[in-house]
């Protein structure tokens, strides 16, 4: 389970002051939900999973992560998310074990168990053929699987993806789009962001659509749909946001 | 803090560093290599050097003299030197390294000297260049050889006898045992060298542990781990440290090695030139340990310094730029305790760097001032406490790690 209310980052910039990179942003993500976050570049969505995975801390307003405090317990709520992004790198020099291995130690698994798990989901994920190799030795598909692998070794019941599937070829990015399903399937709360309406239509069961770090608009698809009276989700993302996009913005 | 955290972080960063070429270049061979280069290499280099001008036999130009045969006669006589005619370009040719030196002989110097009424002969040199000064010098003394054979036929002429003129002679003569003279020699240096490596060693692994981490994007990977920051940056200094004070150690061994080397060399030359054995030195395993264990809160300063300031920079490449004039700020200090004459006071003994440097210069002799040791070493540990809290403050702040 998400919160947040109200939900505010403020950046500081000697060029341009003050940018309000998330404003007031209120919202909640249940279990076997997957919710996905859409927006343009810049439109905020980094700035708000970071905060939920309390890579950064929110300047107002609160936000929980399975009814811990993301300011209060920040730890907690690590203990409880696995985080993806296309920023979330593996260490080159360390293999595609030992970089699973590292994170388990970190969330504290015991090393027997961390074994068991590690076996098991290396088999699960058919990733037992380059297990020993160097991360910066895999190729593009051996990587993500391993990033995956880092991300479930604590066996999170939070998933942040952050446009897990930017740069990826079709078949890479299919193999994460399978993976969030499987997510919801097992029970998961899943947020992800991306600006692919494709993969929102496919795969998300609440919609929010945000921009100059506002929530504009939220809802199912189908909801969306009857709200704006139109039928492509493109359309409807153009409809919300227009009136706010401000292209500096972008980043 | 989890002990057991940090652990884990600095496991994890040690598998990393001994996998990375450039971290085991600047941490293991630089130190290994560079005393035994320093010392046997440019020693060896330096000596063949200097023999090779010495044992050179220089042209010299002989300007006026016509009417003074002995003197011109005595200075061909030399078989040290070769006499060339005098041309008017003579200046030039002493620039320009033609001939090393040129000797003014004034007219009417012999006719003069029967007079007892001393002249001045002038020997031109370029001023600074090691071969013409070796051989005005080389001149000089042939000179002098000739004027003490004037000297003594004129006591003879008087019928006075030569030790007139040495009514009682004087010896310098060493009372400091051989490590002290040694010490005195080469202590600044050796202080140096290790405060010095104890900077470069910590370089690399403190850029590559924080902007390297950036560049490469792992940093946002590890921050969503339920690490405390404070645990992580605690186990990535460790591995600096570890780095710095590797470098440092390794260094103190190939010194010690380099320098046995050298005895040896000299021992062989002992037999036959005496003076060779002042220059030995000896340096006591207590002096060294002494050395290394002060360096120990230094290198603690550095890694810390090094985590906070390479921990700004976005990229490895910008983390350079910032880590290379720290390298002037540690070398300036370092250097200005070998400066002769500058001693330890309490004054100075407050002076990051600057303090273990000459306090190293002193401990390389065997002398323990035990005040000032104390009173560097706690100092130095309150420094590099500062640093730490610094570095561990710079990794809480989110426009630091997220700098764009």
């Not at chain 1, 947040?4 to 998330?22: H, N, P, Q, S, W």
């Not at chain 1, 079709?170 to 993969?199: D, P």
């Not at chain 2, 002493?94 to 020997?123: H, V």
């Not at chain 2, 005195?184 to 060298?193: D, H, R």
Request: proline share 5%; aromatic share 6%.
């Amino acid at each position: 389970m998400i919160e947040t209310r109200g939900l505010t980052k403020v950046f500081k910039d000697k060029k341009r002051g003050e940018i309000r990179a998330v404003d007031g942003v209120s919202f909640t993500c249940a279990p076997g939900q997957i919710y996905g976050l859409l927006g343009a570049n810049g439109a905020g969505k980094t700035t708000t999973l970071r905060m939920l995975a309390t890579i950064l801390e929110p300047s107002d307003g609160t936000a929980t992560v399975c009814g811990h405090d993301v300011v209060e317990a920040p730890q907690k709520v690590r203990a409880n998310v696995g985080f993806l992004s296309t920023a979330t790198a593996l260490y080159p020099r360390l293999t595609s074990q030992e970089m699973v291995e590292y994170f388990g130690r970190l969330n504290g698994i015991p090393e027997p168990e961390l074994k068991k798990r590690v076996d098991e989901i290396f088999t699960r994920l058919d990733m037992n053929s380059f297990r020993d190799r160097r991360c910066d030795k895999l190729s593009t598909g051996m990587k993500q699987k391993t990033s995956i692998a880092r991300t479930l070794i604590h066996d999170p019941q939070v998933m942040i993806f952050d446009e897990p599937t930017l740069g990826l070829d079709i078949m890479t990015a299919r193999t994460i789009l399978e993976f969030i399903r499987e997510c919801r399937q097992r029970g998961k709360t899943v947020i992800f962001s991306t600006h692919v309406m494709s993969e929102v239509e496919k795969l998300c069961d609440v919609i929010g659509i945000i921009q100059s770090g506002k929530l504009l608009a939220e809802g199912s698809l189908a909801g969306l749909r009857e709200k704006y009276q139109e039928q492509d989700l493109e359309e409807i993302f153009v409809k919300v946001v227009a009136p706010h996009y401000k292209p500096e913005e972008a980043a | 803090m989890s002990l057991q955290n940090i652990g884990t972080v600095y496991r994890k960063e040690l598998t990393e560093a001994l996998r990375d070429r450039r971290t085991l270049i600047s941490t293991m061979l630089v130190p290994l290599l560079l005393f035994p280069l320093l010392s046997v290499g440019f020693g060896a280099l330096a000596f063949t050097l200097l023999k090779k001008a010495e044992e050179e036999i220089p042209k010299v130009m002989v300007l006026g003299g016509a009417d003074s045969p002995g003197v011109l006669a005595a200075l061909g006589a030399s078989k040290k030197m070769e006499v060339l005619p005098a041309t008017p370009d003579w200046k030039d040719k002493i620039i320009n390294k033609e001939i090393r030196a040129a000797i003014a002989i004034p007219g009417g110097f012999e006719a003069s000297l029967a007079q007892q009424n001393p002249l001045t002969i002038e020997i031109y040199k370029y001023e600074g260049e090691l071969k013409s000064s070796i051989s005005a010098a080389t001149v000089e003394k042939n000179l002098k050889d000739y004027r003490d054979k004037v000297v003594e036929s004129r006591l003879d002429a008087n019928h006075v006898p030569a030790s007139v003129l040495t009514p009682f002679l004087i010896k310098q003569d060493n009372v400091a045992p051989p490590e002290k003279v040694g010490g005195a020699a080469f202590g600044g240096i050796i202080g140096y060298m290790v405060i010095l490596l104890c900077l470069t060693g910590g370089m690399y692994p403190a850029m590559d542990l924080t902007a390297g981490e950036k560049e490469r994007g792992t940093m946002e990977t590890i921050l969503s781990s339920p690490i405390s920051r404070l645990d992580l940056v605690l186990g990535k200094f460790f591995l600096v440290l570890t780095a710095s004070l590797v470098t440092a150690a390794l260094s103190v061994l190939s010194m010690g090695v380099s320098f046995w080397g050298m005895q040896q060399l000299k021992a062989l030359d002992i037999s036959k030139n005496p003076d060779a054995a002042a220059m030995q030195l000896q340096i006591k395993l207590p002096a060294v340990l002494s050395v290394f264990l002060m360096a120990l809160p230094l290198a603690v300063l550095f890694s810390a310094g090094l985590i906070t300031i390479s921990l700004f920079a976005k990229s490895y490449k910008e983390a350079q730029s910032y880590v290379s004039p720290l390298m002037i700020l540690v070398i300036l200090p370092a250097v200005a305790a070998m400066l002769p004459g500058v001693e330890l006071t309490a004054k100075l003994a407050l002076i990051p760097i600057l303090n273990v440097s000459l306090l190293c210069k002193e401990l390389v002799t065997g002398t323990y001032h035990w005040n000032f040791i104390v009173l560097i070493f706690l100092s130095t540990c309150v420094y590099a406490a500062a640093a730490l809290f610094l570095a561990v403050k710079m990794f809480q702040r989110e426009d630091v790690l997220f700098r764009s």
